[in-house]
């Protein structure tokens, strides 16, 4: 079991570039996360997926897309980047099983733009 | 909205002290409170939750937590520190109060250990 898996873990882009993380889960989680977490910020809700196929806004979605085509995949999509991306970006799920609703975690990509 | 406050960004013990790492929240609905704790360059890892039933929770590494209702308080404990304790601690919270609920997360309290 791999549990929660990211790629890349590292990426340098300069601004206006594009690129896609990829989140990865083998545990067949319904609900899917992409964070971004920042100095003294905590983690903040970019997207979230309650199932395949679906897909909503988090608390900071402004710059990103997400799509979730497979349930054990979700992606997170910058399409032209911006220094203020600068982050480590954290993948997460959670099954609907689960009582009080843990969320397993990646770990991490950390993205840095020029 | 649920909110989240962790009491000191940082905070220094020495090995063999007590930890205490303070997390306030605020909640219309009966919680679902989180521990994690992130080691560097890692992911999150779960340390404890509270659900409902028993307020004292006891988690991993000897970590334990206690909700109490009337303070809006989950405060994380540990009775003696050890050096592998350093890491970065979030308190977080259910936003709909329920297992259905996104979790909304402190902004985190360092924790350093002193030899």
Known sequence: ????????????????????????????HEYMYWYRQDPGMGLRLIHYSVGEGTTAKGEVPDGYNVSRLKKQNFLLGLESAAPSQTSVYF?????????????F???GTRLTVL | AQSVTQLGSHV???????????????????????????????????????????????????????????ETSFHLTKPSAHMSDAAEYFCAVSDRGGSQGNLIFGKGTKLSVKP
Request: aromatic content about 10%; charged content about 15%; some cysteine.
């Open chain 1, 1 to 28: 079991n791999a549990g929660v898996t990211q790629t890349p873990k590292f990426r340098v882009l300069k601004t206006g570039q594009s690129m896609t993380l990829l989140c990865a889960q083998d545990m067949n």
């Open chain 1, 91 to 103: 993948c997460a799920s959670r099954g609907t099983g689960t009582r009080g609703g843990e969320q």
């Open chain 1, 105 to 107: 975690f990646g770990p």
């Open chain 2, 12 to 70: 220094s013990v020495s090995e063999g002290a007590l930890v205490l790492l303070r997390c306030n929240y605020s909640s219309s609905v009966p919680p679902y409170l989180f521990w994690y704790v992130q080691y560097p360059n890692q992911g999150l890892q779960l340390l404890l939750k509270y659900t409902t039933g028993a307020t004292l929770v006891k988690g991993i590494n000897g970590f334990e937590a206690e909700f109490k209702k009337s």
